[in-house]
């Protein structure tokens, strides 16, 4: 069976810094990339950060890019996310997701995804 187990989200002041962890596993073969996506109360969900598990090539959309920071601990298939200077935007629930990537697979596309974790809620107080 697969699973994707979220931890880590709560609520924290603007400036502040939460880190939240995805352990993988029940995986087979063709499983090579996670992602962390989010959903703002009324938004589409949004694809911030992804990685190749192999090479760790790493991903960014423009909205976190220098704030928050994507790694992997290998070989235990779990994924960080290092949120740094979280602002009230960046509100939501957080998503982790895992499937196969392909050289031309826009990893912040949610498109690609087969997997995904139940959802951590962040929330950051205006």
């Known amino acids: 069976e697969v699973r994707l187990v979220e931890s880590g989200g709560g609520s924290v002041e603007a400036g502040g810094s939460l880190t939240l962890s995805c352990v993988a596993s029940?995986?087979?073969?063709?499983?090579?990339?996670m992602a962390w996506f989010r959903q703002a109360p009324g938004a589409e969900r949004e694809g911030l950060a992804a990685i190749y598990m192999g090479g760790g090539t790493t991903f960014y959309a423009d909205s976190v890019k220098g704030r928050f920071t994507i790694s992997q601990e290998k070989p235990k298939n779990i994924v960080i996310l290092q949120m740094n200077d979280l602002q009230p935007e960046d509100t939501g629930i957080y998503y982790c997701?895992?499937?196969?990537?392909?050289?031309?697979?826009?990893?912040?596309?949610?498109?690609?995804?087969?997997?995904w974790g139940q959802g951590t809620q962040v929330t950051v107080p205006s």
């Open positions: 997701a895992a499937g196969a990537g392909r050289p031309w697979t826009d990893l912040l596309d949610r498109q690609w995804v087969e997997y």
């Open positions: 029940g995986f087979t073969l063709g499983f090579n990339a």
